[in-house]
Nanobody, 112 residues
Framework: QVQLVESGGGLVQPGGSLRLSCAASGFTFRFYSMRWYRQAPGKERELVAAITNTGGSTNYADSVKGRFTISRDNAKNMLYLQMNSLKPEDTAVYYC?????WGQGTQVTVSS
């Protein structure tokens, strides 16, 4: 079954850190670039970070640059998003993405 399953979300205080994971299955993970998106309540889904199939190149939204790091482990079919210095405005549902394939999302809430 072709699917993406996110995990690692939760409630964290401002300034804290979380690491999101995305387990890919049913396709040859190492062939594809991957992305993390997020959607906050009442807002459109936005691209957070992207990584090429080899992991050799990454891109970030300006709002997370310097705080978030996207990475992957092709041997384990896993995608990651390390989020540091979290802010309340980072609160959203975070989604793993490969072209038209989406995970179910994981909620990240940044609040004191």
């Amino acid at each position: 079954q072709v699917q993406l399953v996110e995990s690692g979300g939760g409630l964290v205080q401002p300034g804290g850190s979380l690491r999101l994971s995305c387990a890919a299955s049913g396709f040859t993970f190492r062939f594809y670039s991957m992305r993390w998106y997020r959607q906050a309540p009442g807002k459109e889904r936005e691209l957070v970070a992207a990584i090429t199939n080899t992991g050799g190149s990454t891109n970030y939204a300006d709002s997370v640059k310097g705080r978030f790091t996207i990475s992957r482990d092709n041997a384990k079919n896993m995608l990651y998003l390390q989020m540091n210095s979290l802010k309340p405005e980072d609160t959203a549902v975070y989604y793993c993405n490969r072209q038209q394939l989406w995970g179910q999302g994981t909620q990240v809430t940044v609040s004191s």
